[in-house]
């Protein structure tokens, strides 16, 4: 009931116009090589900053929607997936494209990625309210245990990376605790500088390592523009009822599956998409036209990727867990305008959550609008050169971190993140662990201090408590997890 | 993969590994000039987890332990640092000129060095993009652009 009185509230003009503009940046970000939803929103946070809490949200949330999907289009037409997200649409679009079925499989994308994004959703307004309450029991104890999960999920899942996943972790704590002690309010390794005295600024650094960071592997890279082959955009993006309902089964256990691993931080679209895709080739009467060009392929990974971006959400807006790196980024922009996971955001917040929601749901219908009528829009803009493009966007990150304090230093500071963010990718560091314990970092500290002040040594009979045992207990298993193979392999010799 | 890239990568991991073990005892070393007793509890934590997670990364290059990495391939740095030079001098020329006239010399110059040949696209491009921040950001979104120095 909440949620439909808000939604006559914040569905004003000012809040669908930005929903628009946010549903076609995150499009174009999608479709164009080598950027993403995650560094749309980076770039749109500073730039949100007059705007209404909730339209900020709306905004922020219709970029997350549309870079999910919108590389979608140049996987199928031009073999070339716009985000990682999108690479197993490569598997069965591409090769329909090739045989003069490009537009076919754009529809059958867009349909299976507005029912996979609606189901997605459907599972955040139901899910989300309620886990909030159980977040309102957590202590400072399980609290701690709840932010250092995600860390250790997200660690565990860089799987062969696990070190260097968890020395990113590592040097994202020790840039949180630059600044002031939140609990003394004494300023800590700020080195005489007067501009980080408050901490190291949120924007400047995830615009560093995210968008900035890809503008100079982009240069690097030395990447031509790639051209749509015009004869692909032929014949009919609209599919029949039947054609429709024929996908159904897939459809709805591939957005099933997005939703639920969307919820487990450091999965991802392609962890989603995959378990989806293989499901799918196992339950068709024909698994060897996988990869051929079979729509029922297609259609299942779509609808994963797409119910992913509701299902990473559950975890970020109750317990303050980003489900991947876009959700990390993300609770930068919440923080930013404000707003805290937890009960408050359903209750004294309500309104710019549900107005999030409102938002999330408006901007599946601009994928219906994009797939079906944005193919031959698409062809021109995957023809901006590069060369055009990553001066642009390197403006853009760079006003960004201005107009956040006004400060010369913040530019500055974009650059030194992105250097490292440059490094981090070619020294194959993941930075999604880095960006999660710098932004987490401060309250992970505060709620360990919390814990132990509250101890006083009695740590036994606390954490044998039925919630913070499980808590610890998912802990240690996800840090054991990566080696459970080679424990398995072990005593099975003996 | 040959003896050299092999050895690439194994420098790298090193040098890696010496530049966290030195930003974690320049920590260290300026911990116990915190005041507050319970503030310098977590710092602690964190940079004796860096050391030896560093400590253990050494080992794993040393005796080369679990999957091989690939070699490090720093190909097109060189480009993408004459990038950050270039956005750095767009920084510092910012704060002394202001956006609306320091943008189109940055996109200009930046999109010809990127290999950019067409004059009239550069020369539109650098003036539509100011153009565009100004109606969308200052005007309609308000946000303070940056007017420099010398203007302000």
Known sequence: ?494 | MDNKSTKKNINHNYILVIFLYIWSSIFLFIIPSIKNVDSRLFPYIISILTIVSATLLLLKTYYNWGKKEDPVDFSGTLSALVMAVLLFVYTVTIAAIGFYLATPLYLFISMWVLGQKNIKLIFTVSLLTPLVVYVFFDFLLKLQIPKGFLFS
């Open chain 1, 1 to 494: 009931m909440d949620f439909l009185n808000y939604g006559l509230e914040v569905l004003n003009f000012t809040n669908i116009l930005w929903l628009v503009i946010g549903a076609f940046v995150g499009a174009v970000l999608g479709a164009l090589p080598g950027q993403c939803a995650t560094t749309g929103i980076a770039m749109f946070i500073p730039l949100t900053f007059n705007l209404e809490p909730v339209t900020a949200l709306i905004t922020l949330g219709a970029i997350y929607v549309m870079g999910s999907y919108g590389g979608n289009i140049t996987a199928i037409l031009i073999n070339t997936p716009g985000t990682s997200d999108s690479f197993f649409m490569t598997f069965d679009g591409y090769p329909m494209t090739r045989r003069g079925e490009g537009l076919r499989a754009i529809g059958i994308s867009t349909i299976s990625a507005f029912i996979g994004g609606m189901i997605g959703i459907f599972a955040l307004l139901t899910i989300a309210p309620p886990l909030a309450q159980v977040a309102y029991k957590f202590g400072p104890l399980e609290k701690f245990l709840t932010m250092t999960m995600g860390l250790v999920i997200i660690i565990s899942l860089s799987k062969d990376k696990m070190l260097k996943g968890l020395l990113s972790a590592c040097i994202g704590f020790l840039c949180s605790m630059i600044g002031i002690d939140i609990i003394s309010g004494i300023t800590r390794f700020t080195f005489g500088i007067n501009q980080i005295y408050d901490g190291l600024p949120l924007i400047p650094v995830i615009l560093g390592m995210f968008a900035v960071s890809q503008v100079l592997a982009l240069v690097g890279e030395k990447s031509e523009t790639i051209v749509v082959d015009r004869s692909a955009i032929q014949g009919s993006v609209f599919l029949s009822f039947k054609d429709i309902m024929s996908m159904n089964v897939n459809n709805i256990r591939a957005s099933i599956i997005g939703t639920i691993v969307g919820i487990i931080p450091g999965a991802g679209t392609t962890v989603a998409a995959g378990i989806s895709y293989d499901l799918a080739k196992k339950s068709d009467p024909h698994p060897e036209s996988f990869g051929k060009g079979n729509e029922q392929g297609l259609a299942s990974v779509s609808a994963a990727n797409n119910a992913v971006v509701g299902g990473s959400l559950i975890p970020l807006l109750t317990l303050g867990i980003p489900g991947n790196g876009t959700a990390a980024v993300f609770l930068g922009g919440l923080y930013i305008h404000g707003l805290a996971p937890g009960t408050k955001l359903f209750t004294t917040d309500a309104k710019q959550i549900y107005g999030l929601f409102w938002g999330l749901i408006l901007a599946q219908f601009f994928i219906l609008i994009i797939g079906f009528y944005g193919a031959p829009i698409y062809e021109k803009v995957t023809r901006v050169p590069t060369n055009i493009l990553i001066p642009i966007v390197g403006c853009v990150c760079i006003l960004g971190a201005y107009v956040f304090r006004y400060q010369s230093f913040d530019a500055l500071l974009i650059l030194f993140f992105g250097i490292v963010g440059y490094y981090f990718r070619k020294a194959d560091i993941p930075m999604i662990p880095f960006i999660l314990a710098y932004i987490l970092g401060q309250g992970t500290e505060m709620q360990l201090r919390r814990t132990l002040f509250l101890m006083e040594g009695r740590i036994g009979s606390v954490l044998l408590q039925p919630l913070p045992l499980a808590l610890l207990t998912i802990d240690l298993l996800f840090l054991i997890s990566p080696f459970w193979g080679s424990i398995k392999k072990h005593f099975t010799k003996k």
